[in-house]
């Protein structure tokens, strides 16, 4: 009777501590802009295999799943397929566990064309530029008394 008891309470416990396990949470990705084929870092909390297993980019309606090339509970690496749709995107999830569930995270990558990259490139290294100074005016002669 104690040996069935004392077994009751730790599988309560265990389920217990499952029920409590923190979500995968992502707190930056890097870089925010990629295109197609790019690989992507994810950073956050509890991303290790487990509670991560697999990971997508979605805009709502079409789901990309990226591949996934490292895995830590702190990061994931992942790369974009070629066929990722253009646009802002969300990270989601699929989680591991008795029940698995897609989880969309509050964090957006803008995937973008080639083109839109290397406009987007040209535009950030001109605005970085300082504008060409201006030569001082001559100094006025000095007035003879």
Not at 110 to 131: G, M, N
């Amino acid at each position: 009777m104690i040996q069935r008891s004392l077994a009751a309470l730790a599988l309560s416990l265990s389920l217990s501590a499952v029920a409590l396990a923190e979500p995968p949470k992502v707190t930056a990705v890097d870089p925010a802009h990629i295109t197609a084929g790019e690989a992507l870092a994810i950073q956050g909390e509890s991303l290790d295999k487990k509670n991560v297993v697999e990971v997508y980019l979605t805009d709502g309606k079409t789901d990309t799943k990226l591949v996934v090339t490292g895995q830590t509970t702190a990061a994931i690496k992942a790369t974009t397929p070629a066929n990722t749709p253009v646009g802002r995107l969300r990270v989601m999830f699929l989680t591991g566990g008795a029940n698995p569930q897609y989880l969309e995270q509050p964090v957006m990558v803008v995937v973008e064309t080639a083109s839109e990259r290397d406009e987007r490139l040209r535009q950030e290294k001109e605005a970085q530029i300082p504008p060409p100074e201006t030569p001082a005016a001559p100094a006025p002669a000095p007035s003879g008394s």
